[in-house]
């Protein structure tokens, strides 16, 4: 699968129908989602196959290589 073809934090998002917030949350810290809520994104983001793209946490981080 392509980057164009692979799945965004926002196609999780829709999916497990929470906010893109939410699932970062989920992503970066866990502990702070209800479990309910955690194991349905978790569920998504596994079914669709996500990975996070380094570029655009790097770009969240506002770090450059």
Known sequence: M???DAPTIYDVARIAGV???TVSRVLNAPL???EPVR???QAVI???GF???AQA???GRKRKR
Do not use: G
């Open 51 to 53: 990975e996070r793209n």
């Open 39 to 41: 194991r349905r994104v």
């Open 2 to 4: 392509d980057s164009v």
């Open 57 to 59: 946490m790097q770009l």
């Open 19 to 21: 906010s893109h917030q």
């Open 46 to 48: 596994q079914h669709l």
């Open 32 to 34: 702070t989602v209800r």
